[in-house]
């Protein structure tokens, strides 16, 4: 869950992540379940579904105007930590959660990004 909040900055959204890629995993449990590390196939799907909701995002802010919403504002230190993540490439700020939420390594997480330097 602290992964899928790192890739989308939202709770809510994070939990609807999660929840869909264990559907998905339990759907495909044929397959996850003989993988040597299904979480790491939880956390691609995630990132595929974080990457597909930005998109999203993206194109419906493109073509709808601003609305104004009555929330209260984030701190400064989580405006200021999601500026800097949006700063960096998608890869580098997947590498970063996997570091910092989630504790891999930086060996494994080369290896969950099919890094060459892996092998």
Known sequence: MHFAYAMTGDLSTAQD??????????????????????????RLVVTRLATDRWRKLRTVARKT??????????????VLLVTALRRLPPLQRRAICLFYLLDLSIAEIAIEDGSPRAR
Not at 17 to 24: G, V
Not at 65 to 78: F, G, K, L, T, Y
């Open 17 to 42: 992540l999660a929840h869909e890629a264990y559907i998905r995993a339990w759907r495909n449990w044929r397959h996850v379940g003989g993988l040597d590390r299904p979480e790491q196939w939880l």
């Open 65 to 78: 105007p601003r609305e104004v919403h009555n929330a209260p504002p984030p701190s400064e230190d989580s």
